[in-house]
């Protein structure tokens, strides 16, 4: 029937083909962010071949959501059945309970910061209105930080550690793959310190950011400096070895071209060098970013400092009976920052990288 009215009248399957055209385009933008399913729906609509599109569907939708509630099921039927000290695993309807009363609990306390400042705007106007303005006070709010407070500290932390290590990683990788001395040099340092767990780094850290970061500022606590460099010296490792080995691997007639060229150090690095060694850059940097994450929630845990890792203790000692079910949300978020933070990393590969596939 469709392609009896599309002979009948050309104008529309011209409409169709630009409608699929312009579903391809943004599938290139919705695939890394692993939203490519909404392709064939799109397709779907706009009229497209329906067994091509059912089939893509499957493939990317269908599957693995049986995957995902097999998941859940499996959670919903073996939880009530382990005991631990807090009581019995949660299943997954209290561990979506819990997310829900975390939400809440964290607008409830936005509306107490504004109630509070809005008080205290007024104390201090009624203060100016009758002539005491010497005994106006502005204070912030000291209220409790929220489950998502803690989460954009820990984004916040994770992001100050990845680009302190991006900085140093790239131009040393880049160092590495273009001179074999100084690769030579610095190879020892990196199979010496590449296996070195959070854990020992956090009291170095945390001594030399206390002796050396004397006056920390609102917006750079001294907490999250120590979390930071902690991701920094755990994270760098990936990003170094892959930029390297991305430089190491440039073709000898682009270096060639350079030479003839007379091309200036910066220039080489800048026109030849990156464009050339991005794809294994950017795979370091994600590589990097998930290292960062897993080593971020672990150095807070262990040093106490606000975040995520933070809250995860402060449930385990506080031993409630919801407990267990908000530790279990913690983990869930954290897997699905994770992915996210990849997503995007994977996302900015594609856009700023070259390959066959695009």
Request: hydrophobic fraction near 50%; include cysteine; aromatic fraction near 10%.
């Amino acid at each position: 029937m469709t392609i009896a009215t599309d002979m009948i009248d050309p104008e529309i399957a011209v409409r169709r083909e630009r409608r699929i055209a312009r579903i391809n385009r943004a599938g290139k933008v919705l695939g890394p962010f692993g939203l490519g399913f909404v392709v064939p729906l799109l397709k779907l609509a706009a009229g497209d071949t329906p067994s091509e599109q059912w089939a893509d569907l499957k493939q990317m939708l269908l599957v693995p959501l049986v995957g995902i509630l097999a998941f859940l099921a499996a959670w919903a039927y073996f939880a009530p059945k382990v005991e631990t000290s807090l009581g019995a695993i949660p299943g997954p309807a209290a561990v979506f309970h819990q997310a829900e009363v975390l939400t809440d609990d964290h607008f409830a306390e936005r509306q107490k910061a504004e109630e509070f400042y809005a008080r205290q705007d007024e104390r201090n106007q009624m203060l100016i209105a009758e002539g005491y303005a010497d005994r106006v006070k502005v204070r912030p709010y000291t209220g409790k930080p929220t489950y998502l407070d803690q989460i954009w500290t820990s984004l916040m932390t994770v992001a100050l550690g990845f680009f302190i290590g991006t900085a140093i990683a790239v131009p040393v990788g880049i160092a590495c793959g273009l001179s074999k001395t100084f690769e030579g040099a610095i190879n020892p340092l990196i199979q010496l310190f590449k296996p070195v767990s959070p854990l020992a780094w956090l009291p170095i850290v945390t001594m030399v950011v206390a002796a050396l970061y004397q006056n920390p500022s609102d917006l750079l606590p001294k907490s999250m400096v120590i979390s930071a460099v902690t991701v920094t010296l755990c994270s760098i490792w990936p990003t170094i070895i892959n930029t390297a080995l991305g430089v190491a691997s440039i073709e000898r007639d682009l270096v060639n071209v350079g030479k003839v060229l007379q091309l200036s150090t910066w220039t080489t690095i800048r026109k030849l060098v990156l464009p050339s060694s991005l794809p294994l850059i950017f795979t370091g940097m994600r590589l990097s970013l998930g290292v960062g994450w897993m080593v971020l929630i672990a150095a807070e845990m262990l040093a106490q400092n606000p975040g995520l890792g933070k809250f995860v203790w402060d449930e385990f000692q506080n031993g409630s009976s919801d407990s267990l079910a908000r530790i279990m949300v913690a983990v869930i978020t954290i897997g699905l920052i994770g992915f996210f933070l990849d997503r995007v990393m994977f996302a900015l590969q594609t856009a700023f990288t070259y390959s066959a596939n695009r």
